[in-house]
């Protein structure tokens, strides 16, 4: 007398189910931003899909069903081709969430955890069609008797073949980067790039700036409109629109009209359909260092752009474009970066005492209607900015150019001729005398009831930092809003620093004692 353990059918739905767990601790899928989905947190979170929608996860109902069914005897033919089906959405996924608050990544590649969970499927096609087997119930499927077992092992060995040539076949075509990415997973989503990284043969000798970048169409690529990222990449001056941008001694970065000729001129463009090209032409010789293009890839309704070769938008010392004009121009990069006075802001703070209160000043509105009176034939865009209080034209918060603002480094500080742009942009009050420049900038802290002056003192010679403070004042009324005391003058009395304020909504005045040593 013989005895079978297990039937074949059940051996089948074993194995399906030893598949399914082996997907969970796999990697499902590599987003193009570098995180890797196993197929654990698919699986747990994957019940949202259809919020993007994909529906491909309520395949794995269709398949618990078809286990349960088959151990109960039962052959669920329309479970297991439903569980296939379904399961096939999967490919048209094309990105995944990276938290709740809605940002997401396109799908790079393929790891082995859908290769298993897709084989699960095909190994319980088979299970069923054994099941009827062994219960002789023998059905005709398209004038075939019981095809389902063969079919869930032709289908099963297809997915293994498929996935092992997309494999070899993305190995084999991929450059340098590509092939590293793939690491671990089986197959990418698109096309490979094939296309090698950039190279110099040529560089510029001795070069000392500045790099004069071209925009076509005033295009807004980055990193070429950031002006701090290229100056950290050690290029000591960057022209754009005429105007060049460098580090001042004061650690700021600084900029003034062009005046020279540039070493090398960087063209950049951007197609229609999302390339991005640069073109680093040598100045002296007119040489062509080199013409490089980065082709973005096909990414529907992507809010992210990928490109072939590798490029970044901000880009480390080994990545592109950073990389090809770091050795075209034989840069260092540089530990340079804006000067801060934050801790120093932090560790000076003062309380200020109201020693007067008066209600003759001047509104915001007050001093508009005041100014449109004294020039009625001039429109009030030319209006001097009310920002600067007793500045000359050439000195103080330049707002009229908003070209310079879209740059990345916030509105410029014009001491003359020559431009400064401050790590902290909510300094854009100033008052001045002859010799210096208070800059500062205030805001209600409500738990404390109290109105805070971040105030700072530069020279006009260098715009070198003198001091830095912060005042805190208490019993203010008619406070509703940050910044709406303005300095209308500065006075010092020995150790004493005098501050009149003006309340730009209700124009009362109020004398603010600071007792310091300044």
Request: with cysteine.
């Amino acid at each position: 007398m013989s005895f079978k353990l297990f039937s074949p059918a059940e051996k089948l739905t074993a194995m399906a189910f030893a598949s399914w767990l082996c997907s969970l601790a796999l990697t499902s899928f590599l987003l193009y931003s570098g995180n890797r989905f196993p197929g654990a947190q698919v699986f747990t979170s994957g019940w949202l899909s259809p919020l993007i929608p994909n529906f491909a996860w309520f395949a794995n109902i269709f398949f618990f069903y078809c286990i349960h069914r088959l151990f109960a005897g039962k052959t669920p033919v329309i479970a297991s081709l439903l569980t296939i089906l379904v399961s096939l959405d999967t490919f048209r996924l094309d990105r995944l969430p990276l938290n709740a608050g809605g940002a997401e990544s396109a799908i790079y590649g393929y790891g082995w955890g859908v290769v298993f969970w897709l084989l699960s499927f095909c190994l319980i096609l088979s299970a069923v069609g054994a099941r009827r087997r062994e219960s002789d119930q023998l059905i005709e499927l398209f004038g075939i008797r019981d095809i389902l077992q063969p079919i869930g092992f032709i289908l099963a060995l297809t997915l293994l073949g498929t996935v092992s040539y997309l494999s070899i076949e993305d190995r084999k075509l991929a450059n340098l980067y590509e092939t590293s990415r793939l690491s671990g997973i089986t197959f990418k989503r698109e096309k490979v790039c094939s296309t090698p990284e950039p190279t110099i043969n040529h560089p510029i000798e001795k070069f000392t700036g500045p790099l004069e970048i071209i925009l076509k169409n005033n295009a807004s690529v980055y990193p070429f409109t950031q002006i701090k990222e290229l100056l950290a990449w050690g290029i000591p001056i960057v022209r754009i629109n005429n105007i060049d941008y460098s580090y001042a001694q004061n650690g700021l970065i600084s900029s003034v009209t062009a005046t020279s000729k540039p070493a090398a001129t960087l063209h950049v463009s951007e197609s229609e359909k999302g390339s991005i090209s640069a073109k680093l032409l040598e100045a002296s010789t007119d040489r062509i260092v080199f013409d490089q293009t980065w082709n973005r890839e096909n990414q529907p309704r992507s809010n992210h752009n990928y490109y072939c070769p590798d490029y970044h938008s901000f880009p480390k010392l080994d990545e592109q474009p950073r990389k090809i004009i770091s050795q075209a121009l034989n840069l260092v990069g540089t530990n340079k970066s804006e000067h801060t006075d934050l801790h120093y802001l932090t560790s000076n703070s003062i309380e200020g005492v109201i020693i007067e209160k008066s209600n003759d000043g001047l509104t915001r509105e007050m001093k508009i209607a005041r100014w449109k009176a004294m020039n009625p034939d001039k429109k009030v865009s030319s209006m001097p900015s009310l920002s600067n209080t007793s500045c000359p034209n050439d000195i103080g918060w330049n707002k009229t150019n908003d070209r310079l603002y879209r740059l990345d480094l916030g509105w410029p500080f014009l001491v003359r001729d020559r431009s400064y742009y401050l790590s902290n942009r909510e300094n854009h009050n100033a008052i001045c005398d002859s010799k210096s420049t208070y800059i500062y900038h205030g805001f209600r802290v409500e738990r404390d009831n109290k109105y805070r002056l971040i105030i700072e003192k530069r020279n006009l010679q260098n715009f070198q930092q003198i001091w830095a403070i912060k005042v805190n004042i208490s019993d203010l009324e008619h406070v509703t809003r940050d910044d709406v005391l303005k300095i209308e003058s500065v006075k010092h009395v020995e150790n004493t620093l005098i501050l009149e304020l003006v309340n730009d909504d209700t124009g009362q005045i109020l004398f603010v004692e600071l007792n310091s040593i300044f």
